[in-house]
C-alpha cells in the first residue's frame, strides 16, 4: 500500500517562531488532509489539499503532487499550536477510500 | 458548522465484554469509517461503510468487530469480547465527496 513518511518526528519552537513541516508520500493521491491532533486527542481538519496551495490564517499548506510531498507551514507560533500533525492520503485509484496516517509530527511550542 | 458526533468519550469495559461505540455523522454524507489509535501510535484504518454495506475492512477488522447503520443517523461500531489490545481511541468519520470529518473520538479501556 501507499507509505506516508513525515519529517521531522519532533519539533521545539519558541512563541512566535515559523515552522514547516514535511509529508512524503509513495503513490499518487487523489486525497491529502493535514489534521492537528490535540491534547485532549481530537484530530481536527486542518486542510484538505491534494494539490496546489491553500492558507488559513497562520497556517498555509502547499502540495506538489507530481514529486509527491505536501509541506504545512506554521507562522508565528503559539503554544496552542503544540500538539501532533498528522498527514494523511487516500491513493489516486481508492477514491472515497481508506486514509492512511503517517506517524505524525510532535510539534511543541515553548512560552 | 455541523459535525461528527460520538458517544460516550470515554468507555471502560471488562475484557471478554461486549462494547458498542455510537456515532452520527454529518447528515448529508454517504460514506462512513471507522478508525482506531493506539496510544502513541498513528490512526489506522478499520473499515468503511457505504449503501448500507462495508465497502472495504482491514486486517484488525476481524469477526469480533462488526458495523451496523441501524436507522438513518446512527452509525455503530460492536466489539463483541474484548482484548486488552483493543484499548485504543476510535475515531469516527464521514464523507460527502472527498474531505473526511472525524470525530471527537471514544477512548476504550479494556481491563
Known amino acids: 500500500g501507499i507509505q506516508v513518511e513525515q519529517s521531522p518526528p519532533d519539533l521545539i519552537l519558541q512563541e512566535g517562531a515559523n515552522s514547516t513541516l514535511r509529508c512524503n508520500f509513495s503513490d499518487s493521491v487523489n486525497n491529502l488532509q493535514w489534521f492537528h491532533q490535540n491534547p485532549w486527542g481530537q484530530l481536527i481538519n486542518l486542510f484538505y489539499?491534494?494539490?496546489g496551495t491553500k492558507q488559513n490564517g497562520r497556517l498555509s499548506a502547499t502540495t506538489v503532487a507530481t514529486e509527491r510531498y505536501s509541506l504545512l507551514y506554521i507562522s508565528s507560533s503559539q503554544t496552542t499550536d503544540s500538539g501532533v500533525y498528522f498527514c494523511?492520503?487516500?491513493?489516486?485509484?481508492?477514491?472515497?477510500?481508506?486514509?492512511?496516517f503517517g506517524k505524525g509530527i510532535t510539534l511543541s511550542v515553548r512560552p | 458548522e455541523p459535525e461528527v458526533t460520538q458517544t460516550p468519550s470515554h468507555q471502560v469495559t471488562q475484557m471478554g465484554q461486549e462494547v458498542i461505540l455510537r456515532c452520527v455523522p454529518i447528515?448529508?454524507?454517504?460514506?462512513f469509517y471507522w478508525y482506531r489509535q493506539i496510544l502513541g501510535q498513528k490512526v489506522e484504518f478499520l473499515v468503511s461503510f457505504y449503501n448500507n454495506e462495508i465497502s472495504e475492512k482491514s486486517e484488525i477488522f476481524d469477526d469480533q468487530f462488526s458495523v451496523e447503520r441501524p436507522d438513518g443517523s446512527n452509525f455503530t461500531l460492536k466489539i463483541r469480547s474484548t482484548k486488552l489490545e483493543d484499548s485504543a481511541m476510535y475515531f469516527c468519520a464521514s464523507s460527502r465527496v472527498d474531505t473526511q470529518y472525524f470525530g471527537p473520538g471514544t477512548r476504550l479501556t479494556v481491563l
Open positions: 489539499i491534494p494539490s
Open positions: 447528515s448529508n454524507h454517504l460514506y
Open positions: 494523511a492520503v487516500v491513493p489516486w485509484a481508492g477514491a472515497n477510500s481508506k486514509l492512511t
